[in-house]
Every structure is written in structure tokens, then in C-alpha cells.
């Protein structure tokens, strides 16, 4: 029973893989807005690097035990972020992500956020971005990141 509770519970924090696509909700807070109730533009950055970890998370990478046990850390390197239509306080986003691209030493991530109204989804994302990510070590140099990412979501590498 407690092994059931504890996969529920991150299942339903980690959000979901579905046909190679990756979904996270979030919910817009007060601290996430600019003084006119719109989310500050570097929040984004912030809602699609939960987004990644959570979809770690729910592969079963732990990304603080490869820096504990392998000096080995996920960095960004290049983001290209494109805001259509800001979210405001109290929205629901869902944050779709899928692999753009794979090589040995760096992934593109693409991430886009819909708003959510009841139980319908936006037909174009409000935000859009693309990250590429590379895995160091301790002295900065990069690292082959394909052996780490060795899960069908990642299947390019």
C-alpha cells in the first residue's frame, strides 16, 4: 500500500508520457505575475524547467544523485522563447514536451504551454520554446549525454 501511494503521488506531480509527448499541469500563483497580473516573462523559463525535471523524475533519472555519485549535471546551452499570448494569475497551463532533437552530446527539447478552461485545451500554445540541453561535469567539459538518457522518450539519441 505505501509503494501504491508513493507511485500515485508522483505520477501525479510528474505529470504523464503519452505517445512520446510529455504533459505537466501548473497553476499560475500570485508570485508568478508582474504587478499588472500577467507572468513575468523569465517565470516561463522557470514553468518548462519543472516541467523537465519532472519528466525526469517520472523516468527515474535523479539528477542530484548523478551530481552526487558522477559530478554530472544537466545545463542549458541555447533557448529560443516565443510568448503569443501571455498567461495571467490563476490560469492552468499545460506544458506539452517532446524531443526535438538528439545527438551524443546535447538534446533540443521543445516545449509548449496551452492554456487549460474546464476540460478544453487551446488549439495553439500561448508560449512556445526550445531548449537545448547538455550534460557537463565538474570542470564544465560535456559529456556524452545519450548514455544517461536511455529511455524510449529519448529515442533519437
Known amino acids: 500500500m505505501k509503494n501504491l501511494l508513493k507511485s500515485e503521488i508522483n505520477n501525479l506531480i510528474n505529470g504523464e508520457i503519452i505517445n512520446n509527448t510529455h504533459y505537466y499541469l501548473t497553476r499560475i500563483f500570485y508570485e508568478d505575475t508582474d504587478a499588472g497580473g500577467v507572468v513575468y516573462h523569465a517565470n516561463y523559463l522557470k514553468f518548462f524547467e519543472r516541467a523537465r525535471t519532472s519528466l525526469l523524475n517520472l523516468i527515474n533519472i535523479d539528477q542530484k544523485q548523478l551530481l552526487e555519485k558522477n559530478k554530472l549535471g544537466f545545463v542549458v546551452r541555447d533557448i529560443n522563447l516565443r510568448i503569443n499570448k501571455p498567461f495571467q494569475l490563476n490560469q492552468i497551463l499545460l506544458v506539452k514536451s517532446c524531443l526535438k532533437s538528439a545527438k551524443k552530446s546535447c538534446i533540443v527539447l521543445k516545449h509548449e504551454a496551452f492554456e487549460t478552461i474546464q476540460d478544453t485545451i487551446s488549439k495553439n500554445p500561448n508560449v512556445a ?29
Open 129 to 157: 520554446c526550445e531548449i537545448q540541453i547538455v550534460m557537463i561535469n565538474h570542470q564544465n567539459k560535456v559529456k556524452d549525454i545519450s548514455k544517461i538518457l536511455d529511455h524510449p522518450f529519448f529515442k533519437k539519441i
